[in-house]
C-alpha cells in the first residue's frame, strides 16, 4: 500500500502532524523505532513509580490561550491536567531568597516586585518600568502566536525580528537591573540560557506562555501519545512500533519510500520526518542524491544545547507533601546566564525540581524529579557504551551527581533523603539512546540570534516531497512543537 | 585576499555547488535566477559564503544583495572590517 504520508518518528511532533493530515482525510502511516510512541513524552516504571522522562509541565493551556487551541484541535483537553497555583507556578530560589513567577501580565510584575522588597532589595523606577516594559512584550508575543506561523518561508521567519534580536541584550537594555534579569532567567531549565546566542523570540513565547497559565498532567505525559496515537488509528491511520526506518529512498529528486530493514519498504507520496535534521540527512544516499552538499553541512555543523541530567525520586508513601509549583534552585543571579562559555560546576549549576501530581487528590506525592543540565563533553567518555552496560565509573558518576542533586535540594526540603525509596538516574547518555536526540540535547539545534537564517530551518527540504518537523526547527517544547507541526502540517496538506 | 582573487574564489564554489556553468556568474547577473535559488537553497549560498571566507552573514544583510558585484563588494567588507 502506498501511504499519502509515511512520518518518520512517533514523537509529539510526528503524532501531531499525523493526527492533523489523518483528519484531513489523508492516509497515514507513523513509524516508530522504539516500542512505545511518545518519544520525549514517554514514561518509565521503577519499582512501581511511573515517572516521565522529558515532560513536566506546559504553558497557555487556558481558554484562549494558545496550547488550548491546539489541544482543543486535538483532542488533548479531555486528559487529567492541572493547573498549578495562579499565585506562584515556579518558585525560584537564590541564596535562600524566594521569588514567586505569578500568572497573569500584571500580576507577575507585581509579584515579583513584591518580592524583591520582601527580599530587601530596593528596585528602581527606572528598572520597574522597565520590567513592565518586558512583561508587556509577553503579552503581546503571546497575543500574537499564531501570527508567525502565517511566515511559511524561511526569509521572513528568519527576518523576523524577534529571532533576530539577543534577549539578553534587551533585558539589560530595557530593565536596567542584574538582580532582575537574573530572576527572570531563574527558570532557566526551560531552555539554555546562552547569553551570547539565545534569541528574544525564544526566552518570550516560552515564558509567555507560562505566565499565561501553567499545568502538569496527572498520570504522566506519555497520555499524551497514547491519546494521539489511538485516535489516529481510530481514523483509519498506522501506528507501527518496533520498526526502525534505516533510509529514506529518492528517486529523480523526490523521497519514494522508506526502508524499514532488508528489502522492506514503505512507499509514500510525502514524507514528514520527526527526527533531528542531521539525523533525517544521514538517512539519504550521498550517491545521485539531488540534496547538495553544502545543505547536509550546514544541517550537519549546526550545534546542538545542552542535555538533562535527571534525578527521578520514589517517595515512601504518605511523606512528602505535593508542592502545586516547580522549584528552581540557583547559586546567583548573577551565575543563571552563560557568559563566555564558562559551565558552572555541579554544586552551582541550576536545579529544577518537579513534583508529581498523586492520585486522587491525596497531600502527598509519589515521585519527585530533580533536573540539572549537562553537557555532551561531561559523558561524552561514554559515548561507545550502550544502556545498561556503561560500566562501574559511570555508575559512580552518576551517583555522586545525584548525590550533590539531592544535598542542594534537601536545603529547602529536610530530611528528603529519608524519604527516599529509590533513586533513578540519566543522563544526556541516556536521553541519547532512548529518543534519538544528538548528543541527548535537551531542546535540539541551538537557535543563535545573530544567525537566525541558519537556525531556525524551514520544514520543507531539497527534496519536494520530504518535510521536517520536531522541537529543532523553530521552537522546543510541547507549545514549540506543536505550533511547528501545525505549520509542517499545513504545508504538507497544501502539497496535494 | 585582493578583489579579482575573491571573484575567482567565490565564482569557483558557486559555480561548483549549485551546478552552473561559471561564464554565467557575471557582475551584473542576478544572484537568484542565475543560481536558481529558492528561499531554501538562498540560506544554502550564505552558509557556502561563510564558511569560505570565514565571515558571517545576517539576513537583513543577503536580503539587500542582488547581483554578483555587490555580494564581491560585501565579502571584501566583511573581510576587511573583521581583520
Known amino acids: 500500500m502506498k501511504y499519502d504520508v509515511v512520518i518518520i518518528g512517533g514523537g509529539l511532533g510526528g503524532l501531531e502532524c499525523g493526527y492533523m493530515l489523518a483528519k484531513k482525510g489523508l492516509s497515514v502511516c507513523i513509524v516508530e523505532k522504539n516500542a512505545r510512541t511518545g518519544g520525549c513524552l514517554q514514561n518509565f516504571t521503577r519499582n512501581g513509580h511511573i515517572f516521565d522522562t522529558g515532560f513536566h509541565y506546559?504553558?497557555?493551556l487556558a481558554e484562549g490561550q494558545p496550547l488550548n487551541k491546539i489541544f482543543s484541535a486535538l483532542g488533548l483537553l479531555d486528559l487529567p491536567w492541572k493547573q498549578l497555583d495562579t499565585d506562584c507556578f515556579d518558585e525560584v530560589i537564590f541564596n535562600g531568597e524566594r521569588y514567586r513567577f505569578a500568572n497573569g501580565y500584571d500580576n507577575f510584575t507585581e509579584t515579583l516586585l513584591h518580592d524583591c522588597e520582601k527580599n530587601g532589595h530596593t528596585i528602581n523606577a527606572k528598572a520597574q518600568s522597565g520590567l513592565k516594559e518586558y512583561a508587556n512584550l509577553l503579552k503581546e508575543i503571546g497575543e500574537t502566536t499564531f501570527d508567525r506561523l502565517n511566515k511559511k518561508s524561511l526569509e521572513h521567519l528568519a527576518a523576523e525580528s524577534y529571532f533576530s534580536k539577543p534577549i539578553y541584550q534587551y533585558l539589560k537594555e530595557t530593565i536596567y537591573n542584574e538582580l532582575l534579569i537574573g530572576i527572570l532567567g531563574g527558570t532557566s531549565l526551560k531552555m539554555e540560557l546562552e547569553e551570547k546566542t539565545l534569541p528574544l523570540y525564544?526566552?518570550?513565547?516560552?515564558?509567555?506562555?507560562?505566565?499565561?497559565?501553567?499545568?502538569?498532567?496527572?498520570?504522566?505525559?506519555?497520555?499524551?501519545?497514547?491519546?494521539l496515537a489511538a485516535k489516529i488509528?481510530?481514523?483509519?491511520?498506522?501506528?507501527?512500533?518496533?520498526?526502525?526506518?534505516?533510509?529514506?529512498?529518492?528517486?529523480?529528486?523526490?523521497?519514494?519510500?522508506?526502508?524499514?530493514?532488508?528489502?522492506?519498504?514503505?512507499?509514500?507520496?510525502?514524507?514528514?520526518?520527526?527526527l533531528h535534521p542531521a539525523l533525517t540527512l544521514s538517512l539519504i544516499n550521498r550517491e545521485n542524491s539531488s540534496i547538495k552538499n553544502i545543505f547536509r553541512r550546514r544541517i550537519c555543523n549546526l550545534e546542538n544545547t545542552f542535555g538533562m541530567f535527571t534525578v527521578n525520586l520514589a517517595l515512601k508513601a504518605g511523606r512528602v507533601?505535593?508542592?502545586?509549583?516547580?522549584?528552581?534552585?540557583?547559586?546567583?543571579?548573577?551565575?543563571?546566564?552563560?557568559?563566555?562559555?564558562?559551565?558552572?560546576?555541579?554544586?552551582?549549576?541550576?536545579?529544577?525540581?518537579?513534583?508529581?501530581?498523586?492520585?486522587?487528590?491525596?497531600?502527598?506525592?509519589?515521585?519527585?524529579?530533580?533536573?540539572?543540565?549537562?553537557?555532551?563533553?561531561?559523558?561524552?567518555?561514554?559515548?561507545?557504551?550502550?544502556?545498561f552496560r556503561r560500566g562501574e565509573e559511570y555508575e559512580d558518576f552518576k551517583a555522586k551527581t545525584a548525590e550533590i542533586c539531592i544535598r542542594r535540594v534537601e536545603e529547602y526540603l529536610p530530611d528528603l533523603k529519608g524519604t527516599i525509596e529509590g533513586t533513578f538516574t540519566s543522563t544526556p547518555l541516556t536521553y541519547r539512546d532512548y529518543t534519538g536526540t544528538i548528543n541527548g540535547s535537551?531542546?535540539?539545534?541551538?537557535?543563535d540570534y545573530s544567525r537566525a537564517m541558519l537556525t531556525v530551518l524551514s520544514p520543507t527540504t531539497p527534496l519536494q516531497n520530504l518535510f521536517l518537523t520536531g522541537q529543532n526547527l523553530n521552537l522546543h517544547g510541547i507549545l514549540g512543537v506543536s505550533m511547528t507541526a501545525l505549520m509542517t502540517s499545513a504545508i504538507v496538506e497544501g502539497s496535494f | 585576499m585582493n578583489?579579482?582573487?575573491?571573484?575567482?574564489?567565490?565564482?569557483?564554489?558557486?559555480?561548483?555547488?549549485?551546478?552552473?556553468?561559471?561564464?554565467?556568474?557575471?557582475?551584473?547577473?542576478?544572484?537568484?535566477?542565475?543560481?536558481?535559488?529558492?528561499?531554501?537553497?538562498?540560506?544554502?549560498?550564505?552558509?557556502?559564503i561563510e564558511e569560505t571566507f570565514n565571515v558571517e552573514i545576517k539576513g537583513q544583510d543577503i536580503s539587500k544583495i542582488k547581483n554578483f558585484d555587490a555580494l564581491y563588494d560585501f565579502i571584501l567588507a566583511k573581510i576587511n572590517g573583521e581583520k
Open chain 1, 58 to 60: 506546559v504553558g497557555g
Open chain 1, 321 to 387: 507533601p505535593y508542592l502545586n509549583r516547580n522549584i528552581f534552585i540557583n547559586k546567583n543571579t548573577d551565575t543563571v546566564w552563560n557568559k563566555n562559555g564558562e559551565r558552572e560546576n555541579f554544586e552551582n549549576r541550576s536545579l529544577m525540581v518537579s513534583f508529581q501530581v498523586p492520585e486522587n487528590e491525596a497531600v502527598h506525592t509519589d515521585n519527585i524529579d530533580i533536573l540539572m543540565p549537562m553537557y555532551w563533553n561531561e559523558v561524552s567518555k561514554w559515548e561507545g557504551t550502550k544502556l
Open chain 2, 3 to 48: 578583489r579579482e582573487e575573491l571573484i575567482a574564489k567565490t565564482n569557483e564554489v558557486l559555480a561548483e555547488e549549485f551546478e552552473v556553468a561559471i561564464e554565467d556568474i557575471t557582475p551584473d547577473a542576478d544572484i537568484k535566477s542565475t543560481l536558481e535559488l529558492d528561499s531554501l537553497s538562498l540560506v544554502d549560498m550564505v552558509a557556502l
Open chain 1, 233 to 274: 488509528e481510530g481514523m483509519g491511520g498506522k501506528v507501527l512500533t518496533r520498526l526502525e526506518v534505516t533510509r529514506i529512498v529518492e528517486k529523480d529528486g523526490k523521497a519514494e519510500a522508506v526502508e524499514i530493514g532488508a528489502g522492506e519498504y514503505i512507499e509514500g507520496k510525502a514524507f514528514i520526518s520527526n
Open chain 1, 202 to 227: 525564544t526566552f518570550s513565547q516560552i515564558n509567555s506562555s507560562f505566565v499565561q497559565s501553567a499545568w502538569r498532567l496527572r498520570g504522566g505525559g506519555e497520555q499524551i501519545a497514547t491519546t
Open chain 1, 442 to 447: 535537551a531542546y535540539g539545534i541551538r537557535k
